[in-house]
């Protein structure tokens, strides 16, 4: 019974974080408002911004509150702050401006009842001419070939292990494995494969920080797509949560900085070659049509568009507020991408600063050649839009970008469904154009 309650708190822990990183933020009691005076969002460098803060109790606009203030560029520390009461229920801040491309943020507090109340607005300045201060290796490319041919050197070995209890009356659901890159080393996910006959195209969803079960996307999958969704840790994807719970707080903590001196030994390249190998494992697939594409957000927006660049089995991708873009960009005095290691600068030893180049997001992006859809939000402060402007304006290939200025490390469901929409239209054209082929 202590058991059992134990799991199901948990439980509870574990999709409070999923709501945190995947969901839009709950509705609160008091909201504050903050909006610019440009109503899209976006300024030449020079000008000069104006914020807007209301202040909303019950959707009732208050007043004679105290608001606190920064205004800062993107991740960096705050260059104005100060404190104003609202006045006739809103309050004006001159925010002054940059001087070059980047973001702008406002970050407004208020106290009520006791308890703070924060609202934040950003801005870009000319953010489509962001370029990333990530170099790229001149042995970029070979590195990542002779890494990708000794990981090829071992059997698939793949292991498929059918689970009724999730199979549906359109998919079978399996727990999946399959050799990655070194003796014993190994890949796991969920498969969920239509059940009609027939050849169908694929997607590979990777996944976002943090260790955990999957379940699988039967229902997607219902639609006429084999969905491959993986964790890249290197453990089965099944197990009862007090596991992962285990595992994320003791040996795997802060796993995405393991060796990041190394870029042989970096956590990121037994990740990056088992995403590869996944595709070898969908490849094995009767029912497969040849057609792919990989889908995530956050580490796995990242590890979308690392797969697409390394990788030309891919035909398309979507990336959600990419994570590991332009790392090293705090050394240049402006935001860097997620695990934000660089930002503490006695990190930023010459191993580090090298070793990141090699994994960096922005140096896969140079290398895509295949459509793709992108979305992310301007107030995102884990993935910040200095950062992800940065690897997709590197991007030359066909590409959609959903902006949605007001999220932070989360999507709307229009973007959701725009992303789902996007990835299953596109495969089924490729299919069909394909057909039309032969």
Known sequence: MIKSVRFLLL?????????VAWGQPQERLVQVQVTPDHTNWLYKPGEKVKFKVAVLKCNIPQDNLEVRYEI??????????????????KLEINAGTMKKEGFLRCRAFVTCQGREYEGVATVGFSPEKLQPTTPLPADFLEFWKSTKEAAEKWALEPIMTLLPERCTDK???YHVSFANNDY?????????VPKASGKYPAILKVPGAGIRAYNGEAERAGKGFIILEI???GIPVNMEGDVYHRLYNGALKNYHSFNMDNRDKYYYKRVYTGCVRAIDFIYTLPEFNGNLATFGGSQGGALSIVIAG?????????????????????AHGRAGGWPHMLKDEKNRTPEKMKTVQYFDVVNFARQVKVPGF????????VCPPTTTYSAYNVINAPKELFV???????????????AWNWVMNFLKNESKNESKNE
């Open 231 to 233: 964790g890249i840790h």
């Open 374 to 381: 992108y979305t992310f939000g301007y107030n995102d402060m």
């Open 11 to 19: 439980l509870m822990i574990f999709v409070s974080m999923q709501i």
């Open 171 to 173: 998919v079978n659901v």
């Open 184 to 192: 014993a080393s190994r890949m796991y996910g969920i498969l969920c």
């Open 404 to 418: 949605a200025e007001t999220t932070a490390h989360y999507a709307y469901a229009e973007q959701w469904s725009a």
């Open 310 to 330: 390394l990788d030309a089995r891919v035909k398309g991708l979507v990336s959600f507020y990419p994570a590991l873009c332009d790392m090293a960009g705090y």
């Open 72 to 89: 800062s560029e993107d991740m960096m520390k705050p260059n104005q702050t100060g404190k104003q009461p609202l006045k006739n229920e």
